[in-house]
Nanobody, 117 residues
Framework: QVQVTESGGGLVQPGGSLRLACSAS????????MAWFRQAPGKERALVAH????????SYSDSVKGRFTISRDNAKNTVYLQMNNLKPEDTAVYYC??????????WGQGTQVTVSS
């Protein structure tokens, strides 16, 4: 079983930055694809970004492209989401997910990000 834990959420003003971190244990970290999802109030959970096993390939939703960066440090069993130029519409609960196949099998508990002045 893989345990996933997020950290780093909080309150930030529009235009500000936050970095989320996610650690995973229970399996060799480099054997996991990793992703960040988010769910805003009244909306479905949506994929924000994902990264391949060794970090060589990344993908982003159109709404965050150019502002968010996903990265990973396999030596630290950690994946990051650097969020710059945050907007009020980025307010959501952010979830980290891990996958050994094409299905996102393992989820964290989520961390709240609120963008407000």
């Amino acid at each position: 079983q893989v345990q996933v834990t997020e950290s780093g959420g909080g309150l930030v003003q529009p235009g500000g930055s936050l970095r989320l971190a996610c650690s995973a244990s229970g399996r060799t970290f480099s054997s996991l694809r990793m992703a960040w999802f988010r769910q805003a109030p009244g909306k479905e959970r949506a994929l924000v970004a994902h990264i391949s096993f060794r970090g060589g390939s990344t993908s982003y939703s159109d709404s965050v492209k150019g502002r968010f960066t996903i990265s990973r440090d396999n030596a630290k069993n950690t994946v990051y989401l650097q969020m710059n130029n945050l907007k009020p519409e980025d307010t959501a609960v952010y979830y980290c997910a891990a996958a050994t196949t094409v299905v996102w099998d393992y989820w964290g508990q989520g961390t709240q990000v609120t963008v407000s002045s």
